[in-house]
């Protein structure tokens, strides 16, 4: 079905950008920024949340003495970060189209200003025709503080800036139905909200990457409930994100291109729901890591909140605080046997919860519009 695809972010893995040596591909690196350079002109805007940092730097720099791996990824993406952007630099002008580079990191976005500043900043970049880059910075980002990958920022980065689509570019041609190496093995063409994919997922991380595909099904899921297209698929190939947009929105090129043939172009597409969600509550959908307690919730509000009804978290419902936490800290619901099923914006501290739980007639823990059900 065709779609109106005004704002994409796409997401370049590292495996796409370097050879196996850890080099970086500057062929393929220029036929991708020819590609969205054509987006671009066809009146696309264009989020590039591009790896590739650190396995850039590693070809770069051979450090005296063994470090350690955070040491490491600090020393080889430093270097290579701007090894990266002065590429990315040099690619566009070749288009006459200005890039901006945005690092980030996963505390930047635990607050709601920091959020909005973020968004803003991409904004305005946007509207004045500048492509932003993004990418984690690994200089200074601490392990336990990290992304898991550039999946996971890519779909916050889709989910903050309204992109109507999300295209992960691996070194595979999507989600197979086996191992992607067993000839019998197939592309799954469109993936369903529910459909259980665990007997299909590879577990194996990329070679220069953090994640894997396990982490992109789980970004892609997260993202498409949020009511944006998410496609998996092979940024080695030829042309492919061309092709994609050719097929998924041919309205883009008024006749000027044909989608590449079914047999030729395989990825997978996530079906978004049809019931996109708030702004505010995206930003919390995304936000589970930085919770700062628990809330746990009796049977009959676990059974409330599973319902299609607009519902609160009430002191009434709750059966334990777990955690300090303060006003508009995020905070975790806990169901009745113990199983996460959200996160929302806490209404009060952790004290005055403490205070109010199991008591009737007073005001919510967690509003409605503040509270996100997975």
Known sequence: MEQQLTR?????????LTRRDGTLDVTRMSALVDQIAELHKAGVEIILISSGAVASGRSEIHPARKLDSVDQRQLFSAVGQAKLINRYYELFREHGIPVGQVLTMKENFATRRHYLNQKNCMTVMLENGVIPIVNENDTISVSELMFTDNDELSGLIASMMNAQALIILSNIDGIYNGAPAD?????????EHGKDLSSYIQTSKSSFGRGGMLTKTNIARKV???????????????????????????????????PASDSRLRYTRFIPSSQPVSSVKKWIAHSEGFAKGELHINDCATQVLASDKAVSILPIGITAVRGEFEKDDIVRIIDFEGNPVGVGKANCSSEQAREVMGKHGKKPVVHYDYLYIE
């Open 8 to 16: 994409i972010a796409v997401k370049i893995g590292s495996n796409v």
């Open 183 to 191: 000839p019998a093995s197939e592309v799954i063409r469109e993936i």
């Open 224 to 258: 498409a409930d949020e009511g944006i297209t998410v496609i998996i698929a092979n940024g080695k190939r030829d042309n492919i994100l061309v092709d994609i947009l050719c097929r998924e929105a041919p309205a883009l090129f008024t006749g000027s291109r044909a």
